[in-house]
């Protein structure tokens, strides 16, 4: 993998930097493979990893994967919630004003139920 990627490690839930849960964001994720994906999640290691890629549905903003060292996860909150942070931190505009003062964020992620 000789290709570079921007990335950005964010704090979440803090303001003060080095005291939130950190996060990697790998900001242009478009082409990386699964396989790739996961060698860049276990070279940041952190809990978690996030991949921006252009959304596969038309309503969508972007989609994310989610990557823990060990593996792929279908879902989990404080990435999603750092990724939009990174995003938006970056000058990311969403397809779709809300309502006034807010904004509707659209991703796509995958959705597995486990009894």
Same mark, same amino acid.
């Given at each position: %993998?000789?290709?570079?990627?921007?990335? =950005?490690?964010?704090?979440?839930?803090? @303001?003060?930097?080095?005291?939130?849960?950190?996060?990697?964001?790998? %900001?242009?994720?478009?082409?990386?493979?699964?396989?790739? /994906?996961?060698?860049?999640?276990?070279? *940041?290691?952190?809990?978690?990893?996030?991949?921006?890629?252009?959304?596969?549905?038309?309503?969508?903003?972007?989609?994310? =994967?989610?990557?823990?060292?060990?593996?792929?996860?279908?879902?989990?909150?404080?990435? *999603?919630?750092?990724?939009?942070?990174?995003?938006?931190?970056?000058?990311?505009?969403? =397809?779709?004003?809300?309502?006034?003062? @807010?904004? /509707?964020?659209?991703? =796509?992620?995958?959705?597995?139920?486990?009894?």
């Amino acid at each position: %993998m000789s290709e570079l990627r921007r990335f =950005k490690q964010v704090d979440v839930f803090s @303001a003060v930097p080095l005291n939130g849960n950190p996060l990697a964001v790998v %900001m242009d994720a478009d082409g990386l493979s699964d396989g790739q /994906m996961l060698a860049i999640a276990r070279w *940041t290691n952190l809990s978690e990893t996030t991949f921006v890629m252009p959304p596969s549905e038309p309503q969508a903003d972007y989609q994310v =994967k989610i990557y823990s060292p060990a593996g792929e996860l279908p879902f989990a909150g404080h990435p *999603t919630l750092g990724t939009a942070h990174a995003l938006l931190e970056n000058g990311f505009k969403p =397809k779709l004003p809300g309502h006034p003062g @807010a904004t /509707m964020w659209r991703r =796509k992620c995958r959705y597995h139920y486990r009894p």
